[in-house]
């Protein structure tokens, strides 16, 4: 025969509020910092990646993308300026380690190959794209602005190394009528 006290059903102990309060605070946090070393915020300032990005548009930045890959052709890319790594950049990915960039009647050269670029803003002006030729490096990145004749890039600073990148540019959350991914142009390389 069987006693009431075996037939009683066990008991769930409630937990206090402040227990659920504080437990909610640390998944919060928990979450924040994730997001926060995965990804990066930027605000564009000035002209130099028009037609595709202007001032004061809002960017999240992937951290992760080049932990687990490395950056590749057309890619938007945010890094810091190495003689003040205070001022972050955002550029285009022209060239990788190991590829000669070259700069010849206007026109820009991979590894003798012509790219062709329907994202710059206007042709580039006989001032700002000067014959010239760049060798990059094992863990040289050579990067332009999309407005060619307003961007201080790899042509006036030299190529990037890979040290200095912070991340790929993955989403524009400002303004609101320009949220969306950031659209991934890679260019064809021979």
Same mark, same amino acid.
């Given at each position: 025969m069987l006693s009431n006290a075996t037939l009683e059903r066990p008991r769930l102990q409630r937990r206090g509020f402040i227990r659920e309060f504080a437990e909610?605070?640390?998944l919060i946090v928990a979450i924040y910092a994730l997001v926060n070393m995965a990804t990066a915020r930027f605000i564009v300032e000035g002209p130099s990646m028009q037609p595709n990005f202007d001032t004061g548009q809002f960017l999240i930045v992937s951290r992760l993308s080049y932990l687990l890959g490395e950056p590749d052709y057309g890619d938007i @890319?945010?890094?810091h300026y190495? $003689? $003040?790594p205070e001022d972050d950049y955002i550029k285009r990915v022209i060239g990788l380690p190991g590829d000669t960039v070259k700069m010849q009647n206007l026109a820009v050269y991979v590894n003798g190959n012509l @790219? =062709?670029?329907?994202?710059i803003n206007e042709p580039c002006s006989d001032s700002r794209c000067?014959? $010239?030729e760049w060798v990059l490096g094992e863990d040289e990145f050579f990067v332009m602005g999309d407005n060619r004749n307003h961007s201080s890039d790899s042509r006036a600073f &030299?190529? @990037?190394t890979r040290e200095y990148i912070v991340g790929e540019a993955v989403f524009r959350y400002w303004p609101p009528a =320009? @949220? &969306?991914l950031v659209t991934k142009i890679h260019f064809p390389q021979g």
């Open positions: 909610t605070v640390l @890319i945010v890094f190495f $003689n $003040n @790219i =062709q670029e329907p994202y000067r014959d $010239n &030299g190529p @990037i =320009q @949220i &969306g």
